[in-house]
Nanobody
Framework: QVQLVESGGGSVQAGGSLRLSCEVI????????MAWFRQNSDKAREGVAT???????RYADSVKGRFTISQDNAKNTLYLQMDNLKPEDTGIYYC?????????????????WGQGTQVTVSS
């Protein structure tokens, strides 16, 4: 059974940091494209960062220079280090995966989704 289990969300003040984790169960993350998406009540779900099986990364313009996506293949876990957080980063963050090699933040490409973890940034 395929599962993506996120953790690490919480509430921080602007300028603070959080690290999200996504435990991958049921397949080997190393051979999948992995990504983080987010959604708040006012907007559609949007791609934040993605990483391919060979370590290529892509970020949304709004988080470049502040967020870092990484993957620990030994632990089968995906991470998102979020620094210098802003109130507009508030939302539910989802881990997602698809079996492929294209570097993409296209939401429709992703087959598997976690349940989401809440991130709240106050000003």
């Amino acid at each position: 059974q395929v599962q993506l289990v996120e953790s690490g969300g919480g509430s921080v003040q602007a300028g603070g940091s959080l690290r999200l984790s996504c435990e991958v169960i049921g397949f080997t993350a190393q051979y999948y494209g992995m990504a983080w998406f987010r959604q708040n009540s006012d907007k559609a779900r949007e791609g934040v960062a993605t990483i391919t099986h060979d370590g290529r990364t892509r970020y949304a313009d709004s988080v470049k220079g502040r967020f870092t996506i990484s993957q620990d293949n030994a632990k089968n876990t995906l991470y998102l280090q979020m620094d210098n957080l802003k109130p507009e980063d508030t939302g539910i963050y989802y881990c997602a995966a698809y079996k492929g090699v294209i570097l993409t933040l296209s939401l429709t490409r992703y087959e598997y989704w976690g349940q989401g973890t809440q991130v709240t940034v106050s000003s």
